[in-house]
């Protein structure tokens, strides 16, 4: 009895053997696997999936990819994505920026319509720029008393060219038709012809005067 006791033990011990070394294979095979995710993830798609993406941005549009720059005379004017201010009344004025034209603090007002805050700051802009043009506050239009969402958006409309024309002609010297067929000329159609609504690029327009008269 004692002999077959002594030998289930024995049995009991040998067996327990791969039960106790388990563990330590199991937690082996998850640190290699660990360790194989991190290098893929790190290398596939930390590096040679954005490295593919800019390739990519190169090929199929390199301008877009590298911001739309504009350069004039070996110098970084500005880009077509980005509204910057004018100085001067020989330019045309973009919409208002809430993050003063700020690349690193791109952000709209974030006021509900219903804010007096906001009622009283674009009637406030909408006498400013209907003195400035010499129009009726009633013919201001809408985007160049709004800021945009991102506070940067380098288009006005149609609209908002036309009323600056008179003052930018004067100004110049040009004649406004001259400068009426300037604004014709850099006026962008729908996109796709179907989406958005027609816009002019404030810097490329503004670009086009110097070029035909200097400011």
Do not use: C
Not at 31 to 59: D, K, N, P
Not at 170 to 179: E, K, W
């Amino acid at each position: 009895m004692g002999t077959a006791m002594n030998s289930m033990r024995h049995k009991t011990g040998a067996a327990a053997l791969p039960d106790a070394a388990t563990p330590a294979l199991h937690n082996q095979g998850a640190l290699r696997g660990a360790i194989g995710l991190a290098i893929v993830t790190l290398a596939g798609f930390g590096f040679l999936y954005s490295m593919a993406g800019v390739g990519v941005g190169q090929a199929v549009a390199p301008t877009g990819a590298n911001g739309s720059l504009i350069e004039r005379n070996g110098q970084i004017v500005g880009s077509t994505l980005v509204a910057q201010p004018f100085v001067g009344d020989g330019y045309f004025q973009p919409r208002p920026s809430a993050a003063s034209y700020n690349l690193m603090a791109l952000s709209g007002s974030n006021q509900a319509r219903t804010n007096p805050e906001m009622r009283q700051r674009i009637e406030a802009a909408r006498a400013a720029v209907a003195q400035r043009e010499g129009v009726a506050r009633e013919a201001v239009p809408g985007d160049l008393v709004t800021q945009s969402g991102g506070g940067i958006d380098p288009h006005i409309s149609p609209e908002a060219a036309a009323i600056q024309v008179a003052r930018v002609a004067r100004v110049r010297g040009l004649s406004p038709d001259a400068v009426r067929q300037l604004v014709a000329r850099h006026t962008e159609g729908k996109q796709f012809g179907v989406l958005g609504a027609p816009r002019v690029n404030v810097l490329e327009l503004n670009l086009a005067l110097d070029a035909a008269q200097p400011g």
